[in-house]
């Protein structure tokens, strides 16, 4: 199978096609769900109801629907749906909505100062905000593709990548400042 | 100037106007190249976020149990009650707002329900196996490498991956089963938690003591009266798994309870001089129709399917 980013849906027959989709998106989705999520088993199970879905449904999706744009508006749904009911629980429960401490301890141990602070910022920001800005800055997405994977408009990509990166400033300006001394040494 | 215009400029998404434009704007004042600067800063800075590394042929894996893997089919008669139980204890979680799975506030979304008469396989994210055969098993809310919790009512036999720093506890009932690692079968429901185990060490924990049991060993805690009794494992404690049926020279009347339970049937016999009769065979993963036509020619009997049950009678 000739597998490229804007094929269609409906190609999806065989086992081995979708094990290629598989094999190409998996750790991609699982790093853009982390992200979002900031837990690695929640990222894959996420990922993993991705692609049971995919498979349930293969051949049913229009044409015109690529499966890149698929799989992260779909890993996207899952990621904010898994976020809002453990708020859920965790407001129940009277917690904080997100904390540091809900990362996965062992690894926030193998990571330095400057990635924990940044995982920190990145839980700050609001849901949908985080997932553009992901999808721009670690998935290195343009701006109209973007759109078109979450189903938005180009100036609404533009506006929350505004707030997000201001967000991520305010949060950060602690390394920022150790960053900027570095590099002035 | 807008937030979102200098950010366009620094991802490189700005327009021949708008790179002017920013770039007039950050020379107008010494106060806005601090502005611009912290934001380039920032965009450039949070690109530190390593990837983290998942494990594709473990995802794989974990894919193809939870989804591509046959289910064997096993024989349906009339044994649904199973269907029946499900949709009530879901019936009543709805109605009351709270459920059986609930009464420890760890309740979870990733739940497994098996409604059906075939093995569902369920692949966990530490790389346990679950052959959910009845009823439901529910992942801890919290559940992580450090906090390996599932609640099961029901059958399942686990296959659990072993972690020396973290054990994997089973709730079921009142009881806990507790492991590092091993192979065992659960069993809960309303009368009884039994545990069968096939490898290795587990505890288990009921209100009246906790249990050590070794492999080979079967210990079964009666909800009803409070007491545990252990024993060997049966001959066919794990037919389902092993998907065989051993008879070493048993009665006819004690092989039918295993033939039951392992294709979901009623079998009743005509009288107590075919029940007498003993076997000596072993099954493996034969169909129902098969195990009744090698009875009914071994042992010169003739078997009937009859409305909800089978009858085996004397030629």
């Known amino acids: 199978m000739n597998l490229n980013a804007q094929k269609g849906m409906t190609s999806i027959q065989t086992i081995s096609e979708f094990e290629e989709i598989f094999n190409t998106y998996y750790a991609r989705l699982c790093n853009y769900a982390y992200k979002l999520l900031l837990d690695h088993y929640r990222a894959e199970d996420a990922v993993q109801q991705v692609f049971s879905k995919l498979w349930e449904k293969r051949g049913e999706y229009n044409i015109n629907t690529s499966i890149q744009s698929y799989l992260y508006k779909a890993t996207y749904n899952m990621s904010i749906n898994e976020i809002k009911r453990t708020q859920k629980f965790n407001a129940l429960e009277n917690e904080e909505l997100v904390k540091l401490s809900d990362f996965d301890a062992d690894v926030a141990n193998n990571m330095n100062e400057l990635e924990t602070a940044i995982e920190k910022a990145l839980?700050?920001?609001?849901?949908?905000?985080?997932?553009?800005?992901?999808?721009?800055r670690y998935e290195e997405m343009k701006y109209k593709d973007i759109a078109q994977n979450l189903g938005i408009s180009i100036k609404t990509v533009e506006n929350q990548m505004g707030k997000a990166l201001k967000l991520m400033r305010m949060h950060?300006?602690?390394?920022?400042?150790?960053?900027?001394?570095?590099?002035?040494? | 100037?807008?937030?979102?215009?200098?950010?366009?400029?620094i991802v490189q998404e700005a327009n021949a106007t708008e790179v002017l434009e920013v770039e007039t704007w950050i020379g107008e004042s010494e106060n806005n190249k601090v502005i611009f600067e912290a934001l380039e800063k920032t965009w450039k800075t949070s690109k530190s976020l390593k990837p983290q590394s998942f494990d594709l042929a473990k995802g794989w894996e974990r894919f193809k149990i939870n989804n591509?893997?046959?289910?064997?089919?096993?024989?349906?008669?009339?044994?649904n009650y199973?269907?029946?139980?499900?949709?009530?204890?879901?019936a009543v979680g709805i109605l009351f707002g709270v459920n059986y799975f609930q009464n420890d506030g760890h309740f979870n979304a990733v739940s497994f329900v098996n409604q059906s008469d075939s093995i569902q396989k369920i692949g966990l994210n530490d790389g346990s196996k679950i052959s959910l055969l009845r009823g439901m098993l529910i992942q801890d809310k919290n559940w992580s490498e450090n906090n390996r919790k599932v609640r099961l009512k029901g059958t399942a036999f686990f296959k659990v991956e072993s972690n020396s720093n973290s054990q994997f506890t089973i709730n079921a009932g009142m009881c806990q089963v507790v492991v590092l690692g091993t192979k065992f079968?659960?069993?809960?429901?309303?009368?009884?938690v039994k545990v069968n185990l096939m490898e290795g060490k587990v505890a288990f924990k009921t209100p009246m003591e906790e249990l050590l049991i070794e492999a080979g060993q079967a210990a079964i805690y009666n909800i009803q009266k409070n007491e545990i009794s252990i024993s060997e494992n049966g001959m066919n404690d794990f037919s389902l798994i092993k998907k065989q049926l051993v008879f070493d020279n048993i009665k006819l009347a004690d092989a039918i309870i295993d033939i039951e339970k392992y294709y979901g049937v009623k079998i009743k016999i005509e009288n107590q001089k075919i029940g007498n009769q003993k076997i000596n065979t072993k099954f493996e993963n034969e169909s129902l129709q098969n195990v009744l036509q090698i009875l009914s020619i071994t042992l010169g009997v003739e078997v009937k399917e009859l409305d909800g049950y089978i009858l085996i009678l004397e030629q």
């Open chain 1, 123 to 136: 839980s700050i920001i609001p849901e949908k905000c985080r997932a553009i800005f992901v999808m721009s």
């Open chain 1, 172 to 185: 950060l300006s602690e390394f920022i400042s150790v960053v900027l001394i570095l590099l002035m040494k």
């Open chain 2, 1 to 9: 100037m807008e937030t979102a215009k200098i950010v366009k400029y």
């Open chain 2, 68 to 79: 591509l893997e046959q289910k064997p089919k096993r024989f349906s008669f009339i044994h």
């Open chain 2, 82 to 90: 199973w269907r029946y139980a499900a949709a009530a204890i879901i």
């Open chain 2, 185 to 192: 079968l659960v069993t809960a429901n309303d009368s009884i």
